[in-house]
Nanobody
Framework: QVQLVESGGGLVQPGGSLRLSCAAS????????MGWYRQAPGKQRELVAV???????NYADSVKGRFTISRDNAKNTLYLQMNSLKPEDTAVYYC???????????WGQGTEVTVSS
């Protein structure tokens, strides 16, 4: 089965940077649209950034200019580079995959990001 494993979360001060990684199994990465979502305490899960199999990425307005989503198809890995972090970025970040040919979605277990002084 497809497995998504996030890593790279942790505690960082405001203005700092983190890079999240998501490793995908089973060799379906290149056929899947990928995305990062986040869920803050007491709030609904929200889209952070998505990147299709081809074409340009899209970002939530709250992270534009600060976050960059990228993918390395050869390594089956998704990244989220987060710069100029703010306390409001604190959340559990989830990797998401959509395999179009089978119309199926996969979620990772999440990695926690805390931005605090």
């Amino acid at each position: 089965q497809v497995q998504l494993v996030e890593s790279g979360g942790g505690l960082v001060q405001p203005g700092g940077s983190l890079r999240l990684s998501c490793a995908a199994s089973r060799g379906i990465f290149s056929s899947s649209a990928m995305g990062w979502y986040r869920q803050a305490p007491g709030k609904q899960r929200e889209l952070v950034a998505v990147i299709p199999t081809s074409g340009s990425a899209n970002y939530a307005d709250s992270v534009k200019g600060r976050f960059t989503i990228s993918r390395d198809n050869a390594k089956n890995t998704l990244y989220l580079q987060m710069n100029s972090l703010k306390p409001e970025d604190t959340a559990v970040y989830y990797c998401h995959s959509h395999l179009s040919v089978f119309n199926i979605d996969y979620w990772g277990q999440g990695t926690e990001v805390t931005v605090s002084s």
